[in-house]
């Protein structure tokens, strides 16, 4: 199994793929001018409006090291993080 961690850095967003099972390959991505919806309890993270992905409530791991209680938790700590 992997979960996504999450954390900012100025303007950018980071996400990195924390495995536990060997399943996945590791993986980081960096957004520059990132913006994020929720849609169908999904998260869609955006690129300057450019769709980049998505990530259902599962597989979240932290948001800027706490771990989110539901999905629009996950939400509202996503666009805080991408505001400060």
Same mark, same amino acid.
């Given at each position: 199994?992997?979960?996504?961690?999450?954390?900012? &850095?100025?303007?950018?967003?980071?996400?990195?793929?924390?495995?536990?099972?060997?399943?996945?390959?590791?993986?980081?991505? %960096?957004?520059?001018?990132?913006? @994020?919806?929720? @849609?169908?309890?999904?998260?869609?993270?955006?690129?300057?409006?450019?769709?980049?992905?998505?990530?259902?409530?599962?597989?979240?791991?932290?948001? &800027?090291? @706490? %771990?989110?209680?539901?999905?629009?938790? %996950?939400?509202?700590?996503? @666009? %805080?993080?991408?505001?400060?």
């Amino acid at each position: 199994m992997a979960k996504t961690n999450f954390s900012a &850095n100025t303007s950018c967003l980071f996400s990195e793929l924390v495995i536990t099972g060997g399943d996945f390959k590791q993986k980081r991505n %960096a957004w520059n001018n990132p913006s @994020v919806s929720l @849609v169908n309890n999904e998260i869609k993270i955006y690129d300057s409006g450019r769709y980049k992905d998505a990530y259902i409530f599962d597989r979240i791991g932290t948001i &800027n090291a @706490v %771990a989110p209680t539901d999905i629009l938790d %996950a939400y509202t700590k996503l @666009v %805080a993080l991408i505001v400060n």
